[in-house]
C-alpha cells in the first residue's frame, strides 16, 4: 500500500470521506467527463469538494487545504480491542512534581457496570447510564462521596459478572482515593479539617449552616469548588440553594458561599460555613428555622404586610438599625427599585447536584448556570418539609427613614396599636367625629368613593391647616392607628426642589400608598397648594416659597380637597392638657402635681414644644437619678426662655 493510499484509508476511518463518492454517478444531475471539460459557473457542478485545515498562515484564520494531514490515523479507543474492556484508563502526562504519569480520566464500558453506576448516583442530575460509554475525570470526587454505598452494592451484588466489573472499578478508584480517605478519617475522628480538604466533608445535594448578623440559616449545597485567581487569596466557593420570594412565586435563589484559605487544621464547627450534619445542636436549630419559614410564608401570602421592627436592616452592603413600622412588599421592592430576582421553580430536580459524564473538555465560562425566571406557580405550593430552607430577609419599606431594606423576619412583630390616640386629641368634638366618620366610612366602602372614571378618585384629601405644633401631624398618626393603616409621612422637601423630582418621588409615594391603604400624610403641602403666578414660579419652573401672608390655595387644588380642618392656635386650657398628658406617659412616678399644671399652662408654647421640653426634663431626670418633677421642667422651661429672647435680639 503505498503513502497517499494509506493517508486516505486513514482519514476514512477518522470518519472522513470524500464526499463526491455519496452522489450517485449515473446520476442525470450529476456532470459526466465531457462535462467536466467545461467550465462551470460558480455553484453549478453538483459535487461535494473535501478540504483539510493545513499550516496556518496567520494566527486567526484557518488554511484550508486539498491534502489530508500526513499524521492521521485511528483513535485507540476506536479499535475492536480496546472496546472490548469493561474500563479504559486514561493516563497523561504530569508536567508537575512526582511521577511521570497520572490519571486522567476513566471511560466506562460494560452495560452491567453502567447501570450499576446509575444506582450508585441515583439523585444527581447529568447522568444516563444507558450512553455507550460513561467518562468520569479525576479527582473523582463524586466516588470519594459514595464510596461507601459502592462498597455496599459490591456485596449485596449476587451476578459474578457484574460483581467482577465492581471490583474492577473499586480497585482503579482505590489506588486513586485510598490517601484521601485515610487521611479524612484520621481528620473526622479528631472533628477538624484542612483546607486542602474541605470538600471531603461538603457534598454536593446536603444542607449546609451559615449564620448572618446572628441569624442561623441553612442552604441546600449545589456544587462546590476551589479558585485561585492571580494576586488572590485562594478560596473554596460553594454554590447553594436558598428559598426566596420575589413578590409573586416562591422559588430557589442561587448564592454564592466561600471560605478563605487558612493554614494547618481547624475545628469543623469553627468553619464559617458548616456541613449543617455536623452541628451538634442542628435538629433544634432546623426546628427554629422551620418556625422562622412559617413566618416568611405567612407573611409572603399576603398582598403586603404591615408591621412593626427592632433590629438591624440590609441595605446593600450597608447596615442600619431601624426602629418603627415598616411594610413588607417584595414586588413594589423590585418594581421601584428596578431589581428582579432570578429564581429557579420549587421542583425536586432543582436541588439534585449535578454530575458530568461527558467527554468534552471545553465549557463556556461565560454561563455556568443557566437558569431563568420560574414560571409562576401557586406560592402556596411550598412545603413543610423545606421552611427550614427560606431566606431569613423579606423585601421592604422603611416608612421612617423612607427607604427600601432588606428586612430580618426575627425582628418583625405585631404592632401595638395606639387607640386611645384619636380620642385623646386636643381638638374640637365635632372636627373629631367628622374625620372619623370620613375616614372610616372610606376605608369600609372604597369602591363605592369614586369618579366617573373607574378608579381615578377613591382617595380622599383632608387639608388641616393651621400654626405649627398644634396636633396637625397627630391628626395624621392617630387617624391611621384608629384604621390600623400605615401612615406615610412625608415632607415638601423630601419631594425635592424640581418639577421631574417631585412628580417620580410622588409618584413612587402614591403608588405604594394606594396597594397598601396608606394614610399620607404630606407636611408642609402649602408650597404645592398656592396659587400660580409669576411671582411665585422662579426661571428653573420651581415655586418659590412665600409669606404665609401672601399665600391662597390654588382653585385646582381647592377644587379636589374634600374637606378642610382649621386648626386655632392653642388656648390655655388645651395646653395644661397636653403638658399632663406627656409628663404622664413619660415614666412612673413623675413628681407633678395637678397645681403645677396650672403654672404649665401659662406658658406660650406649642404642643411640639410642649413634647420636647418633657423629654428634654426626662433626660435630666435620668442623668440624676431622680423621677421627673416640676423643678426639672421649669429648669429647662427658663433654658429655653433664654434661648429664645437671646435670638430675638
Not at 286 to 304: I, N, P, V
Request: with cysteine.
Amino acid at each position: 500500500m503505498d503513502t497517499e493510499e494509506a493517508i486516505k484509508k486513514a482519514a476514512t476511518s477518522r470518519g472522513i470521506r470524500n464526499l463526491e463518492a455519496d452522489v450517485e454517478p449515473n446520476s442525470p444531475s450529476v456532470a459526466t467527463d465531457e462535462e467536466d471539460n467545461e467550465v462551470a459557473n460558480a455553484g453549478e457542478l453538483c459535487r461535494v469538494k473535501t478540504l483539510f485545515e493545513g499550516p496556518p498562515k496567520c494566527g486567526c484564520c484557518i488554511n484550508w487545504v486539498e491534502e489530508p494531514p500526513q499524521d492521521l490515523r485511528q483513535s485507540v479507543e476506536d479499535e475492536e480491542e480496546a472496546i472490548q474492556h469493561a474500563l479504559l484508563v486514561r493516563m497523561m502526562n504530569n508536567h508537575g512534581e512526582g511521577k511521570p504519569l497520572k490519571l486522567h480520566s476513566i471511560v466506562v464500558q460494560s452495560s452491567p457496570l453502567r447501570s450499576v453506576i446509575g444506582d450508585l448516583f441515583q439523585g444527581y442530575q447529568g447522568i444516563t447510564s444507558t450512553l455507550k460509554k460513561l467518562v468520569f475525570k479525576t479527582p473523582f470526587h463524586p466516588f470519594f462521596y459514595e464510596w461507601d454505598r459502592l462498597n455496599q452494592l459490591a456485596l449485596e451484588e449476587q451476578d459474578p459478572v457484574r460483581k467482577g466489573h465492581i471490583r474492577l472499578l473499586k480497585r482503579v478508584m482505590k489506588s486513586e482515593l485510598k490517601t484521601t480517605i485515610s487521611t479524612c478519617k484520621d481528620l473526622d475522628s479528631n472533628s477538624v479539617i484542612t483546607f486542602d480538604y474541605l470538600w471531603t466533608i461538603f457534598k454536593p445535594g446536603t444542607d449546609i449552616y451559615v449564620s448572618h448578623d446572628g441569624h442561623d440559616c441553612f442552604y441546600r449545597l449545589k456544587q462546590c469548588s476551589y479558585q485561585a485567581g492571580e494576586g488572590c487569596v485562594p478560596s473554596f466557593q460553594l454554590t447553594a440553594n436558598q428559598i426566596d420570594y420575589d413578590g409573586k412565586t416562591f422559588g430557589y435563589r442561587i448564592r454564592c458561599l466561600c471560605i478563605s484559605d487558612f493554614q494547618g487544621t481547624r475545628p469543623i464547627e469553627e468553619l464559617d460555613i458548616i456541613p449543617a450534619s455536623r452541628l451538634s445542636s442542628f435538629e433544634d436549630m432546623k426546628k427554629r428555622a422551620t418556625e422562622r419559614g412559617q413566618s416568611f410564608r405567612k407573611t409572603c401570602l399576603e398582598e403586603y404586610h404591615y408591621a412593626a421592627y427592632r433590629g438591624i436592616a440590609l441595605e446593600g452592603d450597608n447596615k442600619r438599625y431601624i426602629d418603627g413600622r415598616i411594610v413588607v412588599d417584595a414586588l413594589a421592592y423590585e418594581i421601584h427599585n428596578d431589581s428582579r430576582l432570578q429564581l429557579k421553580a420549587l421542583k425536586p430536580k432543582s436541588l439534585e447536584p449535578g454530575l458530568d459524564v461527558s467527554d468534552q473538555n471545553h465549557s463556556d465560562p461565560a454561563h455556568p448556570y443557566r437558569f431563568g425566571r420560574s414560571t409562576y406557580e401557586s406560592p402556596a405550593e411550598l412545603s413543610d418539609d423545606l421552611l427550614y430552607l427560606c431566606s431569613p430577609t423579606l423585601r421592604g419599606y422603611d416608612l421612617k427613614t423612607k427607604r427600601w431594606a432588606m428586612l430580618y423576619v426575627d425582628f418583625m412583630h405585631a404592632i401595638k396599636w395606639n387607640d386611645t390616640e384619636f380620642e385623646s386629641l386636643v381638638l374640637q368634638r365635632d372636627y373629631k367625629r367628622l374625620i372619623a366618620s370620613f375616614v372610616e366610612s372610606h376605608v369600609a366602602n372604597k369602591e363605592a368613593f369614586d369618579d366617573i372614571i373607574e378608579g381615578k378618585g377613591q382617595g380622599i384629601i383632608i387639608l388641616l391647616e393651621g400654626p405649627p405644633g398644634v396636633g396637625k401631624t397627630l391628626t395624621a398618626e392617630a387617624v391611621a392607628d384608629n384604621v390600623k393603616q400605615p401612615l406615610y409621612a412625608i415632607s415638601a422637601g423630601e419631594l425635592g426642589s424640581t418639577a421631574e423630582g417631585v412628580e417620580s418621588k410622588l409618584t413612587m409615594v402614591l403608588d405604594v400608598a394606594a396597594k397598601w391603604g396608606a394614610v399620607v400624610l404630606l407636611d408642609e403641602s402649602d408650597v404645592f397648594l398656592e396659587r400660580r403666578s409669576a411671582s411665585n414660579i422662579d426661571r428653573n419652573g420651581r415655586r418659590r416659597r412665600l409669606p404665609a401672608a401672601a399665600r391662597a390655595v390654588d382653585p385646582a387644588f381647592q377644587s379636589r380637597i374634600h374637606v378642610t380642618i382649621r386648626y386655632p392656635p392653642l388656648d390655655a386650657a388645651a395646653r395644661r392638657q397636653i403638658w399632663k398628658r406627656f409628663v404622664c406617659s413619660s415614666r412612673p412616678g413623675a413628681a407633678v402635681a395637678e397645681e403645677d399644671y396650672d403654672e404649665l399652662m401659662k406658658l406660650d408654647v406649642n404642643g411640639r414644644e410642649i413634647k420636647n421640653m418633657v423629654r428634654t426634663a426626662q433626660l435630666l431626670a435620668g442623668h440624676e437619678k431622680t423621677p421627673l418633677s416640676i423643678e426639672h421642667i421649669r429648669t429647662i422651661v427658663r433654658v429655653t426662655t433664654r434661648t429664645r429672647e437671646t435670638g430675638k435680639n
